[in-house]
Structures are given as structure tokens and as C-alpha cells.
């Protein structure tokens, strides 16, 4: 079974500090996603990695892929308060010759002044 | 707006009844998957169809069911509802066909389910 980790599952921070959210998986993939959720919201796609070094940037937000050791990262530079939301990262699973993706619990993220 | 449309939006029954949730995929997705979300289980997939067939069950009740018919649109039935299944259910969808498949998937805004 496909387990995905992501940590911290909290995190409060101060406007204009940098910070990493991780993301960990149990099982072989080479596609990693990240989504972002507002409060009773759907998800909006934030990245899409599709290979191992993948790096991908927009605005504030980076996101990176190691495939090898399992693991992305989400990193915040600067961060403004409209960053304020809920992160999740989720994994490809391939079973049954299906495709779906497996979810992390989420990062809720808030950023004060 | 990703283009993927679910209806209702808002809906409160209550327990032993049956509901039926309705998804719009984007235009040109093959694919539809249906998660649900709750506050303590996270987002859990439950099914994926793609073109009109079942493709992957992941932790969907028995009590559950879904189908997709030949327009693409999907349904999602609850039965027997009991007060653990009031959460956010989303329907999300991918796979356009002549596009390259990424994997990534499109969400709908979600239909919330309140059972009394």
C-alpha cells in the first residue's frame, strides 16, 4: 500500500520568512503533485514533477523531486499572507493496472503579519 | 475554474436515506475519479472510471456506487447513509484523449454532505 507522509501537518509563520514543507512516499513513482486548498475549496494544481531533479517555480512556491530517496519538498520563500492555505502533496499509484493518485494529509499553512 | 462541474453543491439528508451526486468533466477527459474528504480521514479516493469502465476501487463502501455514462458525465450513489458519511466529496477528472497525459488531476468545487 502506498503511504504518503507529509510534515509538518502544521505550520504557523511570520510574513516574510522562508520555510520547506516535506513530502515522503513509500513505494516507486516518478510523478509527484502538488495541490493547494482553501478553505472550503476544491484543490487547485500548484506543480506537476514528472522526473527524478525535476524543479518547478512559481512566484513564492518551489517544488523539487528525488525519486531515489522518495521524497519532494515545497519550499517558501518570503511568505506572504495570501500563501495562507492547506498543501497537499499525492503520488501516483499505480494498482490493478489503474492509475489514481494517493494524497497526503495535507500542510495547513497559516501566515501572519 | 477547472472546468470540472458537480451538483449540488450543498445537500443534507439524513441517515438511511440515498443521494445521488452528478459530475461534469472537463471537456475532452476520459477520465473521472471520485474522492472524499473528511476531517478525519483526509482525502481518500474511492473510484475511477474512464471511458464508461470501471478502472480502480480504492476505499469506496459497499454501500457506495458510481457509474459514468456515455456522455462522460459521472454519479456517485450513497445509500443506507449513516452520520460517519457527511464529508466533502469531490470529483475530479484528467485524460483528455489527443492530449498528453501527465497524470495531473482537475477538481470540481465539491459537493458537501451533511447527515442528520
Known amino acids: 500500500e502506498l503511504k504518503v507522509e507529509q510534515n509538518p501537518l502544521f505550520l504557523s509563520m511570520q510574513e516574510g520568512k522562508n520555510y520547506t514543507i516535506y513530502c515522503n512516499y513509500s513505494t516507486t513513482s516518478d510523478r509527484l503533485y502538488w495541490y493547494r486548498q482553501d478553505p472550503g475549496k476544491s484543490l487547485e494544481s500548484l506543480f506537476v514533477?514528472?522526473?527524478?531533479?525535476a524543479v518547478k517555480q512559481e512566484g513564492r512556491l518551489m517544488a523539487s523531486l528525488d525519486t531515489k530517496a522518495r521524497l519532494s519538498t515545497l519550499h517558501i520563500t518570503a511568505a506572504v499572507h495570501d500563501l495562507s492555505a492547506t498543501y497537499f502533496c499525492a503520488v501516483v499509484y499505480k494498482g490493478g493496472g489503474a492509475d489514481g493518485l494517493t494524497f497526503g494529509k495535507g500542510t495547513h499553512l497559516i501566515i501572519q503579519p | 475554474d477547472s472546468g470540472v462541474t458537480q451538483t449540488p453543491k450543498h445537500l443534507i439528508t439524513a441517515t438511511g436515506q440515498r443521494v445521488t451526486l452528478r459530475c461534469s468533466p472537463r471537456?475532452?477527459?476520459?477520465?473521472v475519479y471520485w474522492y472524499q474528504q473528511s476531517l478525519d480521514q483526509g482525502l481518500q479516493f474511492l473510484i475511477q472510471y474512464y471511458n464508461g469502465e470501471e478502472r480502480a476501487k480504492g476505499n469506496i463502501l459497499e454501500r457506495f456506487s458510481a457509474q459514468q455514462f456515455p456522455d462522460l458525465h459521472s454519479e456517485l450513489n450513497l445509500s443506507s447513509l449513516e452520520l460517519g458519511d457527511s464529508a466533502l466529496y469531490f470529483c475530479a477528472s484528467s485524460v483528455a484523449s489527443g492530449r498528453p497525459d501527465t497524470g495531473e488531476l482537475f477538481f470540481g468545487e465539491g459537493s458537501r454532505l451533511t447527515v442528520l
Open positions: 471537456s475532452g477527459d476520459l477520465s
Open positions: 514533477l514528472l522526473s527524478n531533479g
